[in-house]
């Protein structure tokens, strides 16, 4: 298939696209290069061993989105472009929900007008929002999430059911991704967050990597088998490997909307992702125990049946896999890909 893959210079997008080539699709990005540096483009060029074109801009420019798919003809879209952080989207909201929003009704009003039938769309397990049951189902509702970037998933998921079942042609999946943590294995391509990184791995990485002190724990008194939060972390080589199972499915399904978790359906704390990462290292990172974030859940992880057996997809990386993944990675590139 022609793939057009939005915020394809991202850190899942990236990925994904190395493994789309590796399908036997081709591949065209579109991204504003708002949350990442072309550099990754001669990475992925390098790892595929194919050129791939690249169109930069904000996707929310409706006029340069309909002049693309009036230019080139597409199977299907993956739509990774969005800003994704939970922080920031409370101190600038509008900015998130004109973002996130904006560049789906561009994407699909495009799609609509151009005969596009397929698209992959990123969410979030934010969308369970505090009072889901364990392990996460995609048949909860009703969907609610406790942050304006979570909000703009929940949105998203709304609206692109809504235009499933109005225009019953169209096969929607949407992916709602646990916590997506790893590099490729070439340690080439990685997550490349832009100052402090809010996500727990990029900070231990930078931890490691002498890049900050020391990590600080957001709380040890939850309800969980050492205090600290439990969270279902998916390699982002599985993630990447479940989009490419997911344009599959949606090639033969007749389903117009389908939900897939993809997460690996168990937790891990937070000080057993300290100590997996201090194996990959060989040495004790510095940590103390701070209070807890706000906001925070105790403890979320999927339940990937579903997808497991509609998308004929299961995880096979380890959180070992993750840590000695994501320290080549932190390794051979100290400040991303600013080098
Ligand atoms: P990322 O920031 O690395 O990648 C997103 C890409 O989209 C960036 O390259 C950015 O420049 C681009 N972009 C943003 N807005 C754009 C716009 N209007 N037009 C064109 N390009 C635009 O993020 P990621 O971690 O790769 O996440 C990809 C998707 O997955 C996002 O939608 C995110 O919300 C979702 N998601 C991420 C996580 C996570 O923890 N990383 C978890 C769940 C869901
Ligand atoms: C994981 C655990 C922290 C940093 C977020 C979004 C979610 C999704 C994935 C997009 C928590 C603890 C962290 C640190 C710590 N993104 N931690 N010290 O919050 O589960 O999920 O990313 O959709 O929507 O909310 O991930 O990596 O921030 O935190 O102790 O310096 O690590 O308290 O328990 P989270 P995270």
Not at 93 to 106: C, G, I, K, R
Not at 165 to 177: C, F, K, Q, S, V
Not at 242 to 270: D, F, I, Y
Not at 279 to 296: H, M, N, Q, S, W
């Amino acid at each position: 298939m022609r793939v057009l893959v939005s915020g394809g210079a991202g850190y899942i997008g990236s990925h994904t696209v190395v493994q789309l080539v590796a399908a036997g699709h081709d591949v065209v990005i579109v991204d504003s290069f708002a949350n990442s540096k072309p550099a990754v483009i001669g990475r992925l060029e390098a790892l595929t061993g194919t050129h791939l074109p690249v169109h930069a801009f904000d996707l929310t420019d409706r006029d340069k989105t309909e002049r693309l798919f009036a230019d080139e003809s597409f199977d299907a879209v993956i739509h990774f472009a969005g800003l994704k952080a939970v922080g920031e989207s409370a101190q600038i909201p509008l900015e998130y929900y004109e973002n996130n929003l904006d560049s789906t009704f561009s994407l699909v009003r495009a799609m609509r007008r151009h005969g596009v039938k397929l698209l992959v769309f990123s969410s979030s397990a934010t969308v369970y929002g505090d009072h889901a049951p364990l392990p996460f189902r995609e048949d909860y509702a009703p969907l609610v999430s406790t942050s304006p970037y979570g909000r703009t998933k929940v949105m998203n998921e709304h609206v692109l059911t809504d235009v499933a079942h109005a225009d019953p042609t169209l096969r929607i999946g949407i992916l709602r991704y646990f916590n997506p943590v790893g590099a490729h294995p070439s340690g080439t391509i990685g997550e490349d967050p832009q100052g402090i990184p809010n996500n727990l791995l990029p900070f231990i990485a930078q931890v490691a990597i002498g890049r900050r002190d020391k990590l600080v724990v957001f709380g040890d008194d939850y309800p969980t088998e050492d205090g600290t939060c439990e969270r279902d972390y998916i390699h982002v080589e599985d993630l990447a490997a479940g989009h490419v199972a997911a344009l599959t499915k949606l090639a033969s399904t007749e389903e117009p909307v389908s939900v897939w978790n993809l997460g690996v359906g168990q937790g891990t704390s937070v000080l057993a992702m300290l100590h997996a990462f201090e194996r990959a290292v060989g040495r004790e990172l510095p940590y103390e125990i701070g209070p807890r974030r706000a906001g925070d859940q105790a403890r979320s992880w999927a339940d990937p049946a579903k997808a497991n057996a509609e998308l004929n997809w299961r995880t096979v990386k380890t959180i070992d896999d993750v840590c000695v993944d994501t320290w080549r990675w932190q390794s051979a590139n100290p400040t991303g890909y600013e080098d």
